[in-house]
């Protein structure tokens, strides 16, 4: 089974609106992490946000944050006022294992963001 | 702050021959990854490192090799280079969670990875 997937391989939103990249996960551990990477076609892989499987409250961080629900597994990134410099592909990933020093970590299969202006 | 350091950013090698890319990780980062990424396809796990001891093991073809050394860096070797080994190689680091279970210390950190054209 897909451990990370992402069903929206692109997504079109209007400058300055809002706008929700889906992720859902897959895990039996009961601790792991969440993140969500940017990559623009310069190529690299830029860290946005985090959310650990004990945490309580939604991850902020700037214009980015992550809608966690533990019970439908899922961690979709919000991404409010959407700007041009927002343009890339967006990878959610999964780090499993968080207790050991040997940890997996998963990718989706990204979703290319396009913002109009 | 200091981010995690690859070279060359850029390499252009002929069919069968051999490249070797350069990871330096974040200070006191003491997990290096390599991933492979693929035109338009999500990064692969290839290999991993903890404390310089291979820790984990992805889709690394036997053609290619990789270690950690005893100042933290690590090289991806890669012998009898073919035209589908042409990719955007990535090195990451990270805290090994056992260092630090919980909270965005866990985060790994992608260096600006290597673009390897085989020709």
């Known amino acids: 089974a897909q451990k990370i997937t992402q069903t929206q391989p692109g997504m079109f939103v209007q400058e300055k609106e809002a706008v929700t990249l889906d992720c859902t996960y897959d895990t039996s551990d009961p601790s792991y992490g969440l993140f969500w990477y940017k990559q623009p076609s310069s190529g690299e892989m830029i860290f946005l946000i985090y959310?650990?499987?004990?945490?309580?409250q939604n991850a902020t961080e700037g214009r980015y944050s992550l809608n966690f629900q533990k019970a439908r597994k899922s961690a979709n990134l919000v991404i409010s006022a959407s700007q041009l410099g927002d343009s890339a592909m967006y990878f959610c990933a999964m780090r499993e294992g968080m207790l050991g020093n040997f940890n997996k970590f998963y990718f989706g299969s990204g979703t290319k963001l396009n913002v109009k202006p | 702050a200091a981010g995690v350091i690859q070279s060359p950013r850029h390499l252009i090698k002929e069919k069968r021959e051999t490249a070797t890319l350069k990871c330096y990780p974040i200070p006191r980062h003491d997990t290096v990854y390599w991933y492979q990424q693929g035109p338009g396809q999500d990064p692969q796990f290839l290999i991993s490192f903890y404390e310089k001891m291979q820790s984990d093991k992805g889709s690394i073809p036997d053609r290619f090799s990789a270690q950690q050394f005893s100042d933290y860096h690590s090289e991806l070797n890669m012998s009898s280079l073919e035209l589908g080994d042409s990719a955007l190689y990535f090195c990451?680091?990270?805290?090994?969670?056992?260092?630090?279970?919980?909270?965005?210390?866990?985060?790994?950190?992608f260096g600006e990875g290597s673009w390897l054209t085989v020709v």
């Open positions: 959310q650990g499987s004990y945490d309580q």
């Open positions: 990451a680091s990270s805290l090994a969670s056992g260092t630090e279970a919980r909270g965005a210390g866990n985060t790994i950190y």
